[in-house]
Structure formats: C-alpha cells, structure tokens
C-alpha cells in the first residue's frame, strides 16, 4: 500500500484554477444572493478549497437593481457610515440606497460576509457588480451560473 497517495492537497495560489462566473441577481432575494456569491468568491465550492488562499472565483453579478427584500426591510434597513467629522454620522435607508447606488446594496451584502482580514480584502476585488444587464467583461467569457444549483 502506498501511503503517499494518502497526502492532503494543499492549493496555493501557483496551482489554483480561477474562472469567471455570471450571476443574474433579477429576483433574487439579497441575503441569498449575498451568502451563494460569497461562496463562489471564497472558493467552498471546489474540491481542492483551502482555507488561507485565494482559490475562489471572480464573480460578475448583473441586475443589482433588481433585487429583492422581505419584510419591511426596504425602508427599515439603514446603511450607517461617517464622514470623521464630530456629529458625521449619516444614515440611509435600503431604499434610498436603491434609487441612488443599487450596485453597493450587493456589494455591502456580500462583503460582510467575506472573512474580515487582508484575505477577504483580496478576495472581495474579485467581485464585479454591476446595473443592469450589461458588463464590460466580454473578452473573459464568464459562464452563466444558476444559483439555486449551489447548496
């Protein structure tokens, strides 16, 4: 018996096979979207995934607009950030968010759900959103993928 076939596969970033995906987001709810797209960026979805490498996919996600949320979500939502200014808290609904940057509603999903350190920094520059149906990432042939075939 050969104990060498037995070796755990580690990938690095030399051996690693990264593609393009497409993701339509039209109808999709944001949550689930977010949570399957971040999946594919992270790489959990391959067979040689590790934990501390890049080994994921660079995902191209079409229709922000067209999201949806449940509930009262669209207006109780708030997105808060600050300007670093003394009393610089600004606050905007999901709503308003919608009307003025729709593409940041994913982005925002998503990017909470990426790991919070240089890796998921690194990881979340392979994420593209974009309004509407058209991109300008043609000449990578992105393949067109159905989120409810990820588990």
């Not at 990938?11 to 999709?28: H, I, P």
Request: proline letters at 3%; charged letters at 30%.
């Amino acid at each position: 018996m050969n104990t060498l076939s037995y070796k755990t596969i580690s990938a690095n970033k030399e051996t690693v096979n990264k593609e393009w995906l497409l993701v339509d987001a039209e109808g999709q709810t944001l949550g689930r979207l977010a949570s399957r797209v971040a999946k594919l960026i992270r790489g959990k979805h391959k067979v040689n995934y590790t934990p501390h490498v890049d080994c994921g996919d660079n995902v191209i996600v079409i229709n922000a607009e067209k999201v949806n949320l449940t509930g009262k979500k669209w207006t109780d939502k708030s997105y808060i950030r600050h300007t670093g200014y003394p009393g610089g808290q600004r606050e905007l609904s999901a709503e308003k968010m919608l009307e003025k940057h729709p593409e940041r509603l994913v982005e925002f999903a998503v990017k909470g759900m990426l790991p919070k350190n240089k890796l998921g920094s690194a990881l979340y520059t392979n994420l593209h959103v974009y309004v509407g149906g058209a991109h300008n990432k043609e000449a990578q042939k992105p393949k067109e993928v159905k989120l409810d075939s990820i588990k």
